[in-house]
C-alpha cells in the first residue's frame, strides 16, 4: 500500500499536486474529495516532524480525513520539508514557515479557485504554520486549528533535561534521529542508541513505538495512551515515523529555553523573537491540547490562547482534552466521538 493511499480505501476521489516550495524543493498536497462535492470549503491539514500526510489517517473506524469529508469541507493534506515521505534533510521551521507553508496556501488557492482556505495543524507543523501566520505570510488563512503546540514550547522537565545534555552526545553519532531503527538498524550509531531505548523503555512490545517515546517526549508512550490505540494503529505506527534532523532539535531547545517561537536563519520576513514583535494576522485560532500530552505541555497552548486573546478578546478559542495526549488526539479510537466534532466545530464557525 503506498504512503498516499487510505488504510480503509474508502471511495474518494484522490489527487497527489505537486508544488515547489519557495526555495525550489519539490513538495506535494494530496487532495481529497468524497463523492459527493464539497460545501464548506478547502481545508488543510499539515503534519508534524518526522511523519508524513498521512498521520491523520489512522486505521480506525472513522479517521479524521473522513469526519471531516462528512462534514463538508474539500480536504488537502500538505507534505512539507519534513515528511518522511521525502528524503531526509536537515530542515528548520523558519524554512518551513518562509518556503512551504505559503506556496502550499497558494497552491490550494489556485486549484480550487477560492480566496480563502482554513487549517488544521499539529505538532511542529503547526509552530512553524503559526510563524508564516504570524509573519503575515498567509493572509488568506482565516481559521486556524492548532493540536499541541503553537507560540509557546512547554516541555516536561525530563524532555528539557534529555534535550540539554542528551542533544550534544548523540550529535556525536548521527545527524538523525528514525524511531524506525526499532526496526532495522542499519550502522552502529543506530545500533547503540536502539540499545538505550531498549534499556530504558518497557511499555510495550512495539520498538518504533518505544523509540518514538524517546525521540519526542517524556512519557511511556509520549505521544499517545496505549488505551486510547486499538490493535491495529499500534501496529501502523511502525512505518509512521523516520527521519527527524538534530538540527530541528537545536532550534526547539532555543524555543524552549526562550519560552515561545524563536528563528535560527536570520531571514528578514520572519521575526528573530515571534511574541515579542506580535502577529500580523486577522486569522482566529482554536488552541487545542491533550491533558495528558507529555511531548509538549498543554501550558503552552494556554499560554498561547492567553496572548492572542489579550490582543482581541472573545475571539480565540482554546480546548484542553481530557484523557487525551499529543498524537491520540487524530488517531484514537474514540476520537470520532471525542475530539473530531470539537475540532470541527471550530472549523465550522465563521
Partial sequence: MSAN??????QYNEQVIPFKAGDGRDLNLIHVQGNTPPDKGPVILVHGAGVRANIFRAPVEVDFVDALIAAGYD????????????????WTLDQAALYDHPAAVKTILAETGTDKLKAVIHCQGSTSFTMSAMAGLIPEVTTIVSNAVSLHTDVPKWSATKLTYLLPFVKLLTKYLNPHWGVEAPNLSAKLITLLVNLTHHECNNAVCKQVSFTYGSGFPALW???NLNDETHEWLKEEFAEVPLRFFEQIVRCIKHGSLVTVEGFKELASDFAKEGPKTDARFAFFAGRDNLCFLPTGQEKSYEYFSALRKNYHTLHLLPNYGHLDVFMGKNSRNDTYPLLIAELDKK
Fill in 75 to 90: 480536504v488537502w493534506l500538505e507534505n512539507w520539508r519534513a515528511s518522511i515521505d521525502f528524503a531526509p534533510n536537515l
Fill in 5 to 10: 493511499e487510505s488504510v480503509k480505501s474508502p
Fill in 225 to 227: 495512551s496505549h488505551e
